[in-house]
């Protein structure tokens, strides 16, 4: 993945305290989709561009890889989405109403209701490419949104060719 267009760099090395803490993370790559979102030489200007089937991509079952996948994390190590207790969802900042189309049908798969809070800041900020996450966590932590000892899902997603997950408790990171 590249740092996209928002230059956001983020290096983690150890932690503080055993509070702050990646729980677990699964990523993987979904090369049927990969179709859907290609970068090539711009036929308008000079330079490439980012061609992409967003109808396509957004579609119920591309949309439900994330929630298969992480059923099968929870089959072999058990647990379930709803014993994990997030208090937050971080999905890729593509837009307000895919955000919530990837709850809606991530709640289907899972049968189970996702954290109410969405962590959110494309309606300010745009979509911020694969730093999305980042980002919006940050903006999310410096408005006092998420508290210390808050867990949080985090679901990345890139050009329709990588999905997964990553469960994550934040208590002394700031900004």
Same mark, same amino acid.
């Given at each position: ?5 928002? *230059? ?89 109403? *895919? ?77």
């Amino acid at each position: 993945m590249t740092v996209g267009d928002s *230059a956001a760099a983020v290096i983690l090395d150890q932690s503080t305290s055993d509070a702050d803490c990646i729980h677990y993370y699964e990523l993987m790559s979904c090369a049927d989709y990969a179709r859907l979102c290609l970068g090539m030489p711009s036929d308008k200007t000079q330079g490439v561009a980012l061609y992409t089937v967003n109808a396509e991509m957004h579609k119920k079952d591309r949309i439900q890889l994330w929630p298969r996948f992480q059923m099968a994390y929870y089959k072999e190590h058990g647990g379930n989405v709803e014993s994990e207790k997030f208090d937050h969802i971080l999905h890729h900042q593509v837009g307000t109403r *895919a955000i919530h189309n990837f709850s809606k049908y991530g709640a289907e798969v899972f049968e189970a209701k996702l954290p109410e809070s969405t962590l959110s800041a494309v309606e300010y900020l745009g979509n911020t490419a694969t730093t999305a996450h980042f980002i919006t966590l940050y903006e999310n932590i410096k408005s006092g949104k998420v508290k210390k000892g808050d867990k949080v899902l985090i679901v990345p997603a890139a050009s329709g060719v990588i999905t997964g997950f990553l469960s994550v408790t934040i208590s002394n990171l700031g900004v």
